[in-house]
């Protein structure tokens, strides 16, 4: 173990931490994070602003909706295992259980692989059923079919897990701009030497590989320098005996995570499934700039699941809901003055993305933001519930959101066209905040009661 690791170590336990101590610290966990996800923001709309003016809004649909198949087929099949990483892994690296700790990793790690199998897979298989619902062309199904691979390196749970765990967000605010960095040399490149779709799809496939075998690199790397070597994990993995409810928290934890990219991906493939391929690409601009605002509670949502496992560790629920309550505060006043500033600069950043047919999105766009800041305002109720023991609630909150979401959007669509998206985003967040909130408040008053 370094020495850095010692004394990481040696402050945590022996240093009581304050309550503006815990903020301090997710907010300059966030920090890190925020400015690698900045930087990938910004390098992410310029290579979609390049790849729209190489391939034109039809086929830039094309590529985002071949890309969003195969990042909806993983988030379904991915473990979501981060976070029993950190839930389990917490306590036993805080009492010194490394055999432990070995065999929960190595636990995850398996269902990392496997799950990737799996949804490669799927998508290689699956890519000629769902051409004709997105409207391909025959030519696109091998591509779509090829560019399938990608999936196995896109389910990398337990590396960014372990990262979380040992307070090394600053890798992973390094890592997150390795993908979008070789998009946009690659997409640079491929305008230079005017090359079409199958050009792009080879560019996002070789940067995602990159990227994520990095990942997985550094994960493993720091894996071994906090867990001393002589820390045998034995052969046995009997993860239901050893770490209570393991089996259940997985099961809930990855319906919630799949339910919750309805949000983020599945947009893109409803709109076009109703509309096309061109109204597809419209929305995946719109939808970019909307959640590229929304990208500072994007790095306080990892950033704060350690600070919660680690006082639910110690049993200070106190200084837990003190941490709820300034970190709702903090985004909040972050997430309207976004809001205002979007509403002004919004059709400008569109016009600079995808040219003029993008400035029709303005609308779209404010809707789909105020979305994702609202879910930004109210970010910690989530982890809240799942980190306390209750993310059956995190679950039903997700599960009747996304049929709220899914079933505006197909009424409302085919009526009044991409507008119809942006008014399903939004009240089927207010319906996932709400039933959130609702569970979170329970806690919040038993645990005051205790």
């Known amino acids: ?46 290579y979609v602003a390049v790849a729209t003016r190489a391939l034109g809004v039809q086929d830039y ?8 198949f195969t990042l909806v087929v993983s988030r379904v099949f991915n473990s979501k295992s981060w976070q029993t990483v950190l839930r389990y892994g917490a306590g036993a690296r805080q009492r010194g259980e490394y055999g432990r700790l070995r065999r929960l990793v190595r636990f995850t790690a398996v269902l990392d692989g496997v799950s990737a199998v799996l949804a490669a897979l799927t998508v290689v298989l699956g890519a000629r059923l769902i051409a004709p619902l997105l409207d391909w062309p025959d030519s696109l199904v091998p591509l779509a079919s090829t560019y399938g691979v990608t999936a196995l390196f896109m389910i990398t749970a337990t590396p960014k897990g372990l990262l979380r765990l040992f307070d090394r967000f600053d890798l992973l605010a390094v890592q997150v701009v390795l993908e979008p960095v070789g998009r946009l040399c690659g997409a640079l490149v ?14 996002w496939f070789l940067s995602r590989a990159g990227a994520e075998v990095v990942l997985i690199f550094w994960s493993w790397r720091e894996f071994h320098r906090e867990v001393p070597a002589g820390a045998s994990p034995g052969w046995a993995i009997r993860p239901g005996l050893e770490f209570h409810g393991i089996w259940r928290f997985l099961g809930v934890t990855n319906l919630n995570a799949t339910f ?38 994007r790095s306080l949502i990892p950033a704060i699941y350690p600070e919660m496992a680690q006082l639910l560790a110690e049993g200070d629920e106190g200084r837990l809901r003190r941490l709820i309550w300034r970190t709702v505060t903090l985004s909040g006043g972050v997430a309207l003055l976004i809001l205002g500033l979007l509403a002004v600069a919004g059709e400008p950043l569109l016009f ?26 109210w970010f910690p109720l989530e982890p809240l519930l799942i980190s306390v023991g209750r993310p059956a609630l995190a679950l039903r909150a997700q599960v009747v959101a ?49």
């Open 352 to 377: 600079l993305l995808g040219g003029e047919p993008a400035k029709a999105a303005y609308g779209l766009m404010l809707l789909l933001a105020a979305s994702a800041l609202l879910g930004m305002w």
């Open 190 to 203: 491929v305008l230079a030497m005017g090359g079409g779709l199958g050009a792009f799809l080879v560019v």
């Open 1 to 46: 173990m370094s020495r850095g690791t010692i004394d990481h170590h040696n402050n945590r336990d022996a240093v009581p931490v304050t309550r503006r101590g815990v903020l301090r610290r997710v907010i300059a966990n966030s920090g890190r994070l925020l400015g690698g996800k900045s930087a990938g923001a910004v390098l992410s709309l310029t």
């Open 61 to 68: 649909g094309l590529l985002v909706l071949i890309h969003t």
């Open 402 to 450: 996304t049929l709220a979401y899914v079933g505006v959007l197909y009424a409302l669509v085919p009526v009044v066209g991409l507008w119809g998206s942006g008014v399903a985003a939004v009240l089927g967040m207010l319906v996932r905040v709400l039933l959130q909130g609702t569970g979170a408040m329970r806690w919040i008053r038993r645990s005051r009661q205790r």
């Open 260 to 297: 919750a990219l309805s949000f983020e991906q599945l947009g893109t493939l409803l709109v076009g499934g109703l509309l096309g391929a061109s109204e597809a690409g419209q929305f995946n601009i719109a939808d970019r700039l909307a959640r590229g605002v929304a990208k500072p509670a």
